[in-house]
């Protein structure tokens, strides 16, 4: 079982960088793929990016590649989404997500723990 808390998120505007963290807390983080997903209001929870378990594999979204980065420090515990050049459209609440033994899962079926999320916005 590993329990997941995001923070990080806040009100920025467009063109600007945020870093978003997450830490886990329990046993074998290093055995869980870990993901970024995000939801805005009325919309549904969509993926942004995913890491694998060794941190040597990631793949995101079309919409943010190039943009955001996916990291992982495993004797912290923590996985970090380093997200620049915000825009408007990514206005919404950022969920972290982790899966055991996963290989880049970027369905939000596969995950087994999820976060309460943090909310970021980004004015124009």
């Known amino acids: 079982q590993v329990q997941l808390v995001e923070s990080g998120g806040g009100l920025v505007q467009a063109g600007d960088s945020l870093k978003l963290s997450c830490a886990a807390s329990g046993r074998a983080f290093s055995n869980y793929a870990m993901g970024w997903f995000r939801q805005a209001p009325g919309k549904e929870r969509d993926f942004v990016a995913t890491?694998?378990?060794?941190?040597?594999?990631?793949a995101y979204a079309d919409s943010v590649k190039g943009r955001f980065t996916i990291s992982r420090d495993n004797a912290k515990n923590t996985v970090y989404l380093q997200m620049n050049s915000l825009k408007p459209e990514d206005t919404a609440v950022y969920y972290c997500?982790?899966?055991?033994?996963?290989?880049?899962?970027?369905?939000?079926?596969?995950?087994?723990?999820w976060g309460q999320g943090t909310q970021v916005t980004v004015s124009s």
């Open positions: 997500a982790a899966q055991l033994l996963g290989v880049l899962p970027k369905r939000f079926a596969e995950y087994n723990h």
């Open positions: 890491i694998a378990w060794s941190g040597g594999m990631t």
